[in-house]
């Protein structure tokens, strides 16, 4: 084997590796495991780079095809870079780690498009990610049931596997669900429905990922995130309804496996699994407004609402070129209520969080990262000639959505492991539809 193929395969193993590591120190939510987040995705970054040299196509038409989607993070790190150093930030330790993760997802983003180009590696990326959340799934919820949350002295009620937050497991298996989702969509061997199909499904070895979407699925309901359930399954129906329109033929197939996955998961598991607890809390929340000093001002027994409400002058203040990357920990409790007595380390809404410290100038570019992602996502889930394209489409479709609605309560951008596994899901959005195809014993591509 050549050196350069070594180089590719060590790099391809050790991405896959990664992706797997990340979650388990806690989200990669301490300063230990992002300095090791980021020396890893260096060392694979400089392998990478290795292994490009002397080909006649270094980047290939996917990064091509993607070209735009990275300038638009390089415009991102530069930003936060002039904001550290020329004294912007009011936090200059904390944007000056921001960026390195900064850097570290954008060349986390072009490795994966430049490893994952074909079709047989994209399948083992999303069963990978499948994987991982599945085992994420169950060690939290072994974790509820056993009575035991190792890593902790104390026992908990909810499930977080290895995160500190449950709402930072719910956002890692939305991601994870909607590659497990994705892939049994791909995975169709288009065949008419029927019964004999249907006990193929059952019996098959796509019965081991239905398994785990199973898995995953009560992992979720037990972490009780209102807003992680509540986006996950806002999600499925939305995207899954536009994919049982758009295809219409095997439109039979496609509605009964999503229906199924919804009734039997949902509404029949997952009551077993604390899907009425679940329901306690969202019913639970109440929001009241009253005029106060000739202003309207919304106050919540949820003191999310109010931590993310109190953080509005901020972001009057330093809308255009934001209070630094990371710093909000630092700002914030000149901003914060009375009433808001504990510690807050993030706004709970991470576009308040981005808008804030990043500022109009940093955010914009992020924002259409995001939205070219999700307009590649949807282009590969309109082909209807190909279904693994509009399988692997819809997978970043529905995590993308999911993520974005959870993003409005919670801060799992902020988490590395979840940040870096996005970044990975708006890379596979792009390969959806600019994957090399290896294989041609199929009718259909």
Same mark, same amino acid.
């Given at each position: 084997?050549?050196?350069?193929?070594?180089?590719?395969?060590?790099?391809?193993?050790?991405?896959?590796?990664?992706?797997? +590591?990340?979650?388990?120190?806690?989200?990669?939510?301490? !300063?230990?495991?992002?300095?090791?987040?980021?020396?890893?995705?260096?060392?694979?970054?400089?392998?990478?780079?290795?292994?490009?040299?002397?080909?006649?196509?270094?980047?290939?038409?996917?990064?091509?095809?993607?070209?735009?989607?990275?300038?638009?993070?390089?415009?991102?790190?530069? +930003?936060?870079?002039?904001?550290?150093?020329?004294?912007?930030?009011?936090?200059?330790?904390?944007?000056?780690?921001?960026? &390195?993760?900064?850097?570290?997802?954008?060349?986390?983003? @072009?490795?994966?498009?430049?490893?994952?180009?074909?079709?047989?590696?994209?399948?083992?990326?999303?069963?990978?990610?499948?994987?991982?959340?599945?085992?994420?799934?169950?060690?939290?919820? =072994?974790?509820?049931?056993?009575?035991?949350? +190792?890593?902790?002295?104390?026992?908990?009620?909810?499930?977080?596997?290895?995160? @500190?937050?449950?709402?930072?497991?719910?956002?890692?298996?939305?991601?994870?669900?909607?590659?497990?989702?994705?892939?049994? &969509? *791909?995975?169709? !061997?288009?065949?008419? =429905?029927?019964?004999?199909?249907?006990?193929?499904?059952?019996?098959?070895?796509?019965?081991?990922?239905?398994?785990?979407?199973?898995?995953?699925?009560?992992?979720?309901? &037990?972490?009780?995130?209102?807003?992680?359930?509540?986006?996950?399954?806002?999600?499925?129906?939305?995207?899954?309804?536009?994919?049982?329109?758009?295809?219409?033929?095997?439109?039979?197939?496609?509605?009964?496996?999503?229906?199924? =996955?919804?009734?039997?998961?949902?509404?029949?598991?997952?009551?077993?699994?604390?899907?009425?607890?679940?329901?306690?809390?969202?019913?639970?929340?109440?929001?009241?407004?009253?005029?106060?000093?000739?202003?309207?001002?919304?106050?919540?027994?949820?003191?999310?609402?109010?931590?993310?409400?109190?953080?509005?002058?901020?972001?009057?203040?330093? +809308?255009?070129?934001?209070?630094?990357?990371?710093?909000?920990?630092?700002?914030?409790?000149?901003?914060?209520?009375?009433?808001?007595?504990?510690?807050?380390?993030?706004?709970?809404?991470? =576009?308040?969080?981005?808008?804030?410290?990043?500022?109009?100038?940093?955010?914009?570019?992020?924002?259409?990262?995001?939205?070219?992602?999700?307009?590649?996502?949807?282009?590969?889930?309109?082909?209807?000639?190909?279904?693994?394209?509009?399988?692997?489409?819809?997978?970043?479709?529905?995590?993308?959505?999911?993520?974005?609605?959870?993003?409005?309560?919670?801060?799992?951008?902020?988490?590395?492991?979840?940040? *870096?596994?996005?970044?990975?899901?708006?890379?596979?959005?792009?390969?959806?539809?600019?994957? !090399?195809?290896?294989?041609?014993?199929?009718?259909?591509?």
């Amino acid at each position: 084997m050549e050196k350069r193929s070594i180089l590719d395969s060590f790099v391809y193993v050790g991405l896959l590796g990664l992706l797997l +590591w990340l979650p388990l120190p806690l989200g990669s939510n301490r !300063d230990w495991s992002v300095g090791l987040l980021v020396l890893l995705v260096s060392l694979l970054g400089t392998l990478w780079a290795w292994s490009r040299l002397d080909k006649e196509r270094p980047f290939g038409r996917v990064l091509a095809a993607a070209g735009p989607m990275v300038a638009l993070l390089l415009a991102t790190q530069a +930003w936060v870079a002039a904001q550290w150093w020329l004294g912007l930030s009011l936090d200059v330790g904390a944007t000056f780690q921001y960026l &390195m993760l900064g850097l570290a997802y954008t060349l986390l983003f @072009v490795m994966v498009l430049s490893v994952f180009h074909t079709r047989r590696r994209l399948t083992v990326l999303l069963a990978v990610l499948v994987a991982s959340g599945t085992l994420q799934a169950f060690v939290g919820t =072994f974790m509820v049931l056993s009575n035991l949350e +190792w890593g902790f002295l104390t026992s908990k009620a909810v499930a977080t596997g290895t995160f @500190v937050n449950r709402n930072h497991l719910a956002g890692y298996l939305e991601i994870t669900l909607a590659c497990g989702i994705g892939l049994m &969509m *791909a995975l169709r !061997d288009g065949q008419p =429905f029927n019964l004999k199909a249907l006990l193929e499904l059952v019996m098959s070895p796509k019965a081991r990922l239905r398994i785990a979407l199973v898995i995953m699925v009560i992992g979720l309901v &037990m972490t009780r995130s209102r807003m992680g359930n509540t986006a996950f399954f806002i999600s499925l129906v939305v995207i899954g309804s536009t994919f049982i329109l758009l295809n219409k033929q095997n439109r039979l197939r496609n509605a009964v496996l999503l229906s199924s =996955f919804i009734a039997i998961d949902i509404l029949v598991i997952s009551q077993f699994f604390g899907l009425d607890e679940l329901k306690q809390r969202l019913s639970a929340t109440q929001v009241e407004v009253q005029l106060v000093e000739g202003q309207l001002r919304a106050s919540s027994n949820d003191l999310r609402d109010d931590a993310y409400r109190d953080a509005l002058p901020a972001l009057e203040q330093h +809308w255009l070129t934001g209070s630094g990357a990371g710093s909000f920990e630092a700002i914030f409790p000149q901003y914060a209520g009375p009433e808001l007595l504990g510690h807050f380390d993030h706004a709970h809404n991470d =576009f308040i969080q981005f808008a804030l410290e990043y500022g109009l100038l940093g955010t914009l570019p992020l924002a259409a990262f995001v939205l070219l992602a999700l307009w590649h996502a949807l282009r590969a889930l309109w082909q209807r000639e190909s279904w693994y394209r509009s399988g692997v489409g819809f997978a970043a479709c529905m995590g993308i959505v999911s993520l974005m609605i959870h993003s409005f309560t919670d801060f799992n951008l902020q988490i590395p492991a979840n940040a *870096a596994t996005f970044v990975v899901l708006c890379a596979i959005a792009v390969l959806a539809g600019k994957h !090399d195809k290896t294989r041609t014993n199929r009718t259909r591509h």
